[in-house]
């Protein structure tokens, strides 16, 4: 927000240096993002001119010769001039021999083409009163023969740009800055004096202007008021407005609709003038917008308007968007000559849907959406049409109309000096906090308890919805009373020494696993759209993930996978020539799981295959088997005993592609983990081409957090190993990994303990020829070894006896 010192000095008497209120508004809480210099600078030997005569230059077709008066007292000078814009008789700016104007050009008497020149005639850019440099600045107004131009033209005005935070609706005007600034350098604040009074207005003779104020919708409206005015004449507004107006940041339109702007600007509520004569049914409605109806806005831009978005309506059609921006059907223009002012508050929640739904964020929204003072309204209309009488003319009629009341907004809290020097951490004297309150506007109570013990009861004006708690007057406290007066201390703070989040540690670990194997870290927002989460979980379960109040709408919903990301990672980088291989992400995310939303921590990873035209030498392509082998190891370092748990398909999943993706799951325990190909029909939804492979793996906080009885360390056998081959004869659709866990359990069974089955791998897969049709024949090699000696072959045999007969009796049949 823009803030001019010039219109804050007309509540206060700022005369502060710039740097002064610079830094005190950064104090109490806005941070200043730019400060600009507007106006005239102090400017020496730059007076008022009269010219006198004009004659062409001797020697040169461009130049006029003038003789000018720049005073009374002393005769014309000589100025050579290469405007043409004037005529004898304008009055000018001239800058005599000795003047120095704006970027330190220094005028002095010269020869020009033979000619000696006094001084310079100056355009409004040479005065830094604006970008005009075609022709000389025309001073219309006349002002006298020899008057310095610092007395003709305004003062100088500093214009800070302050950031003014969310809970800070108050301050987004002058008056309530010029607030913060009284309370800061303990100046007193004059408030804006109203002179209108509706009750004394003139009784109707004519047609009323407005018959009638219909609410429909009072839980987005509680309170709306409408005066009517009647015959004002439209034109500029005086000079005064309109360059406080433009210090602030807006555009002059005409004094009507630039009164209720000034307003605005100056208490913060916005308001709307309506041309009577536009409003047809003698009536305003103020009701919830109906599907697909249309608005033609303002800024000359059709809107379609969707529930539950508000409109103010005549008995016809919309007129206003609530709260946000009117219609051109009942703009004030040249012929409008009555008026209906409305002032209202607006629901932030609503104000602030239709905003972000329309794309449309204006002055009057960004007040609105944040929180306006529900008892001002009234104020401010009257201090509007005090306004407009002033420079419009016009007279108010009738009483206003009125319905509903302002919401209750006013609440008390009781603080006592105790709570507040201990939150503040350094004694504040209790008159001290009383000047806090009163330079703030808190009606502060000062009270005793039976103890003795003195306490405020401290009424919070409507306007300051932000204070709702003790804490939240310590806060205003330290503002006003100034940080810089903190007292210098030595801070004592217990070392306390504590192991990381298991939750951290599992990511950092996962993040240099995968940066280790060439993987690149991506990072994404956690919010996505609705029809993302449609598609990659489902839509009974994305409801679950909806948000109630969206930023965007392409992030309504919280994200159940980091696929999607990256998915958008490797297109953007796609599609600006960069093409990597291996991407990964950490990050939460929430899956709904038995009717009950949980939020995990996930890892998840793209394995793409490099294009065969950019390799100069062919390498692997990435195949479910090493994607696999990645997310294994995922899960080992998140010490999830996984080792034994076989990857089971994935089936009806349309993220998947059906046959080439596999899960691992023990929700008991808290994981879940996933490998295989993306759908290609996915694929295509973010217009990428090839293959490309994935694993997530998904844990629940509380598992990382649980201790985990780690496997310590064993040494390695010294002995040799004795191999033995098993070819077993299996359906079709059974998996390897599931004969494989059977084998290990009867490899475990039979060498009870006097030594070790090391490892069990497949190493070939048969179909064919002298195998049943519906058949496969898998062989597993089995690797024994014991750690204190060199087994024999009697018992090995004894061993791999007993497997066969207890993988037999579980139902598999052994390939002769």
Partial sequence: MKVSQQWLKRYIDLDRSRDEIEKALTLIGFEVEGVEETGLPLLERVVVGEVLTSEPHPNADRLTVCNVSVSDEEEPGTIVCGAKNYKVGDRVPVALAGAVLPGNFKIKKSKLRGVVSDGMMCSARELQLGDDHQGLLI??????????????????????????????????????VARELAARFGLSLE????????????????????????????????????????????????????????????????????????????????????????????????????????????????????????????????????????????????????????????????????????????????????????????????????????????????????VGEPPLV????????????????????????????????????????????????????????????????????????????????????PGLLQKDDPVDVCKRKSAEYLSGRHFNECINYSMRSAEEVDQWYSHAAASSLQLANPLASDQSHLRPSLVPGLLDSLRFNRNRGNAPLRLFETGNVWRERDGRLWELFSVAFLMVQESASSQWIERQSPDFFQVAGVVRNLLRLADADADETPFAPIESEDSWQEGHAAAISDYT???????????????????????????????????????????????????????????????????????????????????????????????????????????????????????????????????????????????????E
């Fill in 139 to 176: 001073l219309a107004d006349r002002p006298s023969i020899g008057t310095p131009i610092n007395d003709v033209f305004p003062e100088r005005d500093t214009v800070f740009d302050i950031e003014v935070t969310p809970n800070r609706p108050d301050c987004l005007s002058h008056v309530g």
């Fill in 191 to 402: 408030y804006p004096q109203v002179k209108s009074r509706p009750l004394d207005s003139t009784p109707n003779r004519l047609p009323a202007l407005l018959e009638k104020v219909e609410v429909e919708v009072p839980d987005k409206c509680p309170h709306y008021r409408a005066y009517c005015i009647r015959g004002v004449q439209i034109g500029p507004s005086p000079q005064w407005m309109q360059r406080l107006l433009k210090a602030a940041g807006l555009r002059p339109i005409n004094n009507v609709v630039d009164a209720t702007n000034f307003v605005l600007l100056e208490l913060g509520q916005p308001l709307h003038a309506f041309d009577a004569a536009k409003i047809r049914g003698g009536k305003l409605i103020i009701r919830q917008a109906r599907q697909g109806e249309e608005i033609v806005t303002l800024d000359d831009r059709r809107r379609i308007l969707t529930p539950p978005s508000t409109v103010i309506a005549d008995a016809e059609r919309s007129l206003v968007i609530a709260g946000v921006m009117g219609s051109i059907d009942a703009e004030v223009d040249e012929g409008t000559t009555d008026l209906v002012l409305e002032a209202a508050y607006f629901r932030p929640s609503n104000i602030r849907w239709t905003s972000r739904r329309l794309n449309l964020v204006s002055d009057s929204s960004y007040r609105f959406s944040r929180g306006v003072d529900a008892k001002g309204t009234e104020y401010a209309a009257l201090r509007a049409i005090d306004i407009i009488q002033e420079i419009a003319g016009g007279r108010l009629e009738g009483p206003p109309f009125v």
């Fill in 410 to 493: 006013e609440r008390e809290i009781e603080i006592g000096p105790r709570f507040i020097c201990s939150r503040l951490g350094f004694d504040v004297d209790n008159s001290s906090i009383n000047e806090v309150f009163d330079a703030l506007g808190l009606y502060a109570r000062k009270q005793e308890r039976a103890d003795g013990s003195i306490y405020w009861t401290v009424g919070i004006p409507s306007y300051r919805l932000d204070l709702e708690r003790p804490i939240d007057l310590v806060e205003e406290i330290l503002r006003i009373y100034g940080t810089d007066k903190i007292p210098t201390a030595r801070v004592v703070v």
């Fill in 669 to 815: 325990l808290g994981f879940q983990a996933k490998a295989g190909m993306i759908n290609l029909a996915m694929l295509k939804k973010w217009d990428l081409e090839g293959t490309v492979w994935a694993g997530l793996v998904y844990l629940r906080p509380a598992f990382l957090r649980n201790p985990v009885s780690r496997q310590g360390f064993r040494s390695i056998s010294q002995y040799p190993p004795v191999s033995k081959d098993l070819a077993l004869v299996v359906n079709e659709d059974i998996l390897a990994e599931q004969v494989k866990v059977a084998l290990r359990k009867a490899a475990q069974d039979a060498s009870t303990g006097a030594f070790d089955v090391e490892s069990i791998s497949v190493f070939d897969v048969y179909r064919g020829k002298g195998l049943p049709e519906g058949k496969k024949s898998l062989a597993f090699k089995l690797v024994f070894r014991s750690m204190d000696r060199t087994l024999t072959d009697i018992e090995v045999n004894r061993a791999f006896e007993a497997i066969q007969r207890s993988i037999v009796a579980e139902g598999y049949t052994l390939r």
